[in-house]
């Protein structure tokens, strides 16, 4: 359970920041966060909002307090760490109630000053960097921004892909769509680019293993420009399918049988699966260790 309650003596008439800075003695950072994460609440159980005056005489905060279950980093110097991520594991949080995530794996063995520094789908497995304080989180992050990260992705489509194809389809969230979390390709989006490098096509299966590169970052920009060209990723549960049967999926209402009856696959074919980059005058290339292949899909 990587969040516990930690309960404070209140003193009645405080606003929530003095009290958390003054009394808590936490950074003025730590309790904005923690005030905007909803993660401050009064002895009922009740949530403090920001600006808001002590009515209780304790106060309770959620603490993260990470946990592991064995996933250690690929790679780690002072400065940064890479965690080759499985499929399923979500990366940060979505609630007091998550009951284990890549973040607390990232603190556990970091310590608490330790970040995810991007992120990926839960459903993809591969590559994520995490950093070990401000200093490389702000240089690192800033990379990101500045596209001076390469990030290299594989995966199995649906259909043959014998050429290469540039996709240049800007994306949006999805309007007038049963799944909140879905994106889409539309002229007024933000720009988004995406390469697509057959690797190898398996007859029997009617599949394409393929490498992706992206010189844009966007929410589901692999998943949204292939299903743009009618080459789903195998696996995927929001793109290519019904969008009442991705509402049926989401809400955790089908099997996973019936799952791959319309997914072709029990996982997401989709890996990050290089990361390139300078920092410090040194170049780093890391790969995953992880392997997709024709041998995961099923049912079809």
Do not use: W
Not at 78 to 99: E, N, Q, W
Not at 163 to 192: C, F, R, W, Y
Not at 208 to 233: A, F, S, Y
Request: contains cysteine; proline residues 3%.
């Amino acid at each position: 359970m990587p969040f516990v309650l930690k309960r404070y003596k209140a003193k009645i008439g405080k606003t929530v920041q003095q009290f958390l800075t003054e009394d808590a003695a936490l950074p003025i950072s730590q309790a904005q966060r923690y005030i905007a994460k909803n993660r401050v609440y009064d002895e009922f159980g009740v949530n403090i909002k920001n600006k808001q005056k002590l009515k209780t005489s304790f106060v309770d905060v959620a603490l993260f307090e990470p946990i592991t279950k064995g996933l250690k980093p690929i790679f780690k110097n002072r400065y940064f760490a890479i965690f080759d991520k499985p499929s399923g594991l979500m990366v940060h949080p979505t609630s007091r109630d998550t009951p284990y995530c890549l973040l607390d794996e990232v603190k556990y063995h970091l310590g608490k000053d330790a970040n995810l520094a991007h992120r990926i789908d839960t459903g993809t497995s591969g590559l994520v960097l995490a950093t070990t304080g401000k200093y490389s989180d702000t240089i690192i992050k800033t990379m990101f921004e500045n596209r001076e990260i390469t990030k290299e992705y594989i995966a199995i489509v649906t259909g043959k892909i014998d050429k290469i194809v540039k996709i240049n389809e800007p994306i949006k969230k999805a309007t007038n769509s049963l799944i909140g979390i879905k994106m889409q390709t539309a002229h007024d989006g933000k720009i988004s680019q995406t390469t697509v490098y057959p690797i190898s096509y398996d007859k029997k299966t009617d599949t394409t293993k393929v490498k992706l590169d992206l010189k844009t970052g966007r929410q589901h920009q692999i998943r949204v420009h292939l299903n743009h060209i009618n080459h789903t990723i195998l696996g995927d549960r929001v793109y290519g399918i019904d969008e009442e049967i991705t509402d049926k999926i989401l809400r955790k209402q089908l099997d996973i049988k019936t799952i791959v009856k319309y997914t072709k696959s029990p996982r997401l074919m989709l890996q990050a699966n290089r990361l390139k980059f300078e920092f410090d005058n040194k170049t780093y290339d890391i790969f995953s260790k992880q392997h997709l292949d024709f041998v995961d899909i099923v049912d079809i």
